[in-house]
């Protein structure tokens, strides 16, 4: 996984935000999930349009004060996670 791969949302999930923490259900395995607010953030720039980690990594980078290194891992670690989750989906376009 990369910061050029670009990814969108699965349709098969539902997420609402609950006390400050986003939840994701899984409607085909029945699985929830939860995001903290940085978490949640990711997941909402997703959501809008399909996105490069990058263009998100650049976002999350202006919003929240954190090294960009320190950005980059978290992020990559996320999506591999969603990503294994099929939470998220590769978009080739």
Same mark, same amino acid.
């Not at 400050?20 to 953030?41: K, P």
């Given at each position: 996984?990369?910061? !050029?791969?670009? +990814? @969108?949302?699965?349709?098969?999930?539902?997420?609402?935000?609950? !006390?400050?923490?986003?939840?994701? *259900?899984?409607?085909?395995?029945?699985?929830? +999930?939860?995001?903290?607010?940085?978490?949640?953030? #990711?997941? &909402?720039?997703?959501?809008?349009?399909?996105? @490069?980690?990058? &263009? #998100?990594?650049?976002? #999350?980078?202006?919003? +929240?004060?954190?090294?960009?290194?320190? #950005?980059? @891992?978290?992020? *990559? @670690?996320?999506?591999?996670?969603?990503?294994?989750?099929?939470?998220?989906?590769?978009?080739?376009?």
């Amino acid at each position: 996984m990369q910061l !050029n791969d670009r +990814f @969108t949302v699965s349709d098969e999930v539902v997420a609402r935000e609950v !006390n400050g923490e986003m939840v994701l *259900l899984d409607l085909n395995s029945g699985q929830y +999930f939860g995001l903290d607010a940085v978490g949640g953030r #990711i997941w &909402q720039l997703l959501s809008d349009a399909p996105r @490069t980690l990058a &263009q #998100i990594c650049d976002q #999350i980078e202006s919003e +929240f004060d954190a090294p960009r290194e320190r #950005i980059e @891992t978290d992020l *990559l @670690t996320l999506a591999k996670q969603l990503h294994e989750q099929e939470l998220i989906l590769s978009d080739a376009a």
